[in-house]
């Protein structure tokens, strides 16, 4: 009998051990905050279990189709041009992961203040679209492991997250919705990240809002997209 009960404290023991990892992945957030406004783009930031460095989201409007967003956002190399800080970004390849027309991995690199190095991310990313609605999705996720990488003299971010909701209004022009998680890595303070990054979503969809009016967006006939959404883990809070 007492090596029995020996034994069932032991299988216990192993269960609630086993058990732990389950606890400590769930993922805990904080209530959206308003931080800022500009031009009737409203910023928001929350706090997560994941990191302690802020989430991020912005909401906005944009006037222009699905479509031309769409052609913008897909034009990895231009996001230099639009993108809060970012200084560099690619398409690029990852050994075992195909790159398609709605998923494919990419490279980001946000230019930092001297004397603190760049910072840069890989991530997967994924376009989706809800053909009842046209509500065009886009995610993406870090990608863990060892690859070549466009980056030199970079840290690279352990986290980095990323979700794009893009609803077209009856009245012309879509709402656009632009959240981001990311982890910078290193030993910034978090409080000087975040005073940092708390206008990241205002100043990218202020970014989106003029490139949509170039012509090489502008005559974009239709939406590419095909692969239908389908949600995930990382979504926006309505």
């Known amino acids: 009998m007492k090596r029995r009960m020996l034994f069932l404290m032991i299988m216990l023991f192993w269960l609630l051990l086993a058990a732990v990892p389950c606890f400590a992945e769930e993922v805990r957030t904080g209530e959206w905050n308003e931080v800022s406004e500009l031009d009737g783009i409203v910023g928001y930031t929350r706090w997560t279990s994941l990191t302690s460095v802020d989430e991020v989201m912005a909401v906005g409007t944009v006037d222009a189709p699905v479509a031309v967003i769409e052609a913008v956002l897909r034009d990895i190399p231009a996001q230099p041009e639009y ?53 065009l999705h886009i995610r993406a996720r870090e990608i863990e492991g060892d690859f070549d990488v466009p980056a030199q003299n970079a840290v690279r971010m352990p986290l980095t997250r990323m979700k794009i909701v893009i609803v077209p209004l009856e009245a012309g022009g879509c709402k656009m919705t632009y959240q981001v998680l990311a982890d910078p890595g290193g030993s910034l303070p978090s409080f000087v990240v975040n005073l940092f990054t708390k206008n990241l979503g205002i100043k990218t969809i202020a970014g989106i809002r ?4 170039r012509e090489k967006y502008r005559g974009a006939p239709a939406v590419i997209t095909t692969t239908p959404y389908v949600p995930a883990d990382f979504e926006p809070t309505e």
């Open 83 to 135: 993108m809060f800080r970012c200084v560099e970004a690619a398409v690029v390849d990852v050994p075992g992961m195909e790159n398609r027309t709605d998923a494919f991995c990419a490279y980001n690199r946000t230019g930092m203040p001297w004397p603190v190095d760049d910072r840069y991310g890989i991530a997967r990313a994924e376009y989706l679209i809800d053909h009842e609605t046209g509500t």
């Open 210 to 213: 003029e490139m949509v009016k």
